[in-house]
């Protein structure tokens, strides 16, 4: 059974910083997204990531995808309020064009100003 | 405009009834999902549908019974709710773009679902 790992789970961070959620999962995939959520609100599609080596950058985000460590990372830089979401990222499983996504268990992330 | 609907947005009911959620999508895709996230925000498929054919199936209680009555909707049946159904449940919808997969899927805003 396909699992996926996010680290960390919370994290505090002040704003103008750096920082890096990690997304390890257990099965071979070449898909993988990430999407946010803000409290009691839907999920927000944030990137696509499709190949090994899939590097992809909006604003103050980059998501980048390792298929062979099966490793996705979130850089976020210079950190500012507005970020203060929960992050998830997502693997697929697609068969035949059946598309199952396999949700990580979520980052929360609190810019303190 | 809204690209995925959900009604209702909050659903409070007692344990032992029975109750519908209702999802909708405008997107044209050929995909809809149902998802169940719980108290600790962890979120998990429960079933997809394709054309209104059903694809996946989580090993979901069969109380959980989904009816997709053309492409655009999927709704949620639940008979005799349980306190551990209290959860928000999200619809979400994608395009088959051919063998190698399907597009991002698209989030409905969420019903939250309380069971007294």
């Known amino acids: 059974e396909l699992k996926v790992e996010q680290n960390p789970l919370f994290l505090s961070m002040q704003e103008g910083k750096n920082y890096t959620i990690y997304c390890n999962y257990s099965t071979t995939s070449d898909r993988l997204y990430w999407y946010r959520q803000d409290p009691g609100k839907s999920l927000e599609s944030l990137f696509v990531?499709?190949?090994?080596?899939a590097v992809k950058q909006e604003g103050r985000l980059m998501a980048s995808l390792d298929t062979k460590a099966r490793l996705s990372t979130l850089h976020i830089t210079a950190a500012v309020h507005d970020l203060s979401a929960t992050y998830f990222c997502?693997?697929?499983?697609?068969?035949?064009?059946?598309?199952?996504?396999?949700f990580g268990t979520g980052t929360r992330l609190t810019i303190i100003p | 405009d809204t690209a995925v609907s959900q009604t209702p947005k909050y659903l409070v009911t007692q344990m032992g009834n029975d109750k519908s959620i209702k999802c909708e999508q405008n997107l044209g895709h050929d995909t809809m999902y149902w998802y169940k996230q719980d108290s600790k925000k962890f979120l998990k498929i429960m079933f997809s549908y394709n054309n209104k054919e059903l694809i996946i199936n989580e090993t979901v209680p069969n109380r959980f019974s989904p009816k997709s009555p053309d492409k655009a909707h999927l709704n949620l049946h639940i008979n005799s709710l349980e306190l551990g159904d209290s959860a928000v449940y999200f619809c979400a919808s994608s395009q088959v773009i051919g063998a190698e997969g399907t597009d991002t899927q698209y989030f409905g805003p969420g019903t939250r679902l309380t069971v007294l």
């Open positions: 997502a693997v697929d499983i697609t068969n035949f064009g059946n598309e199952k996504l396999t």
């Open positions: 990531l499709l190949s090994n080596g």
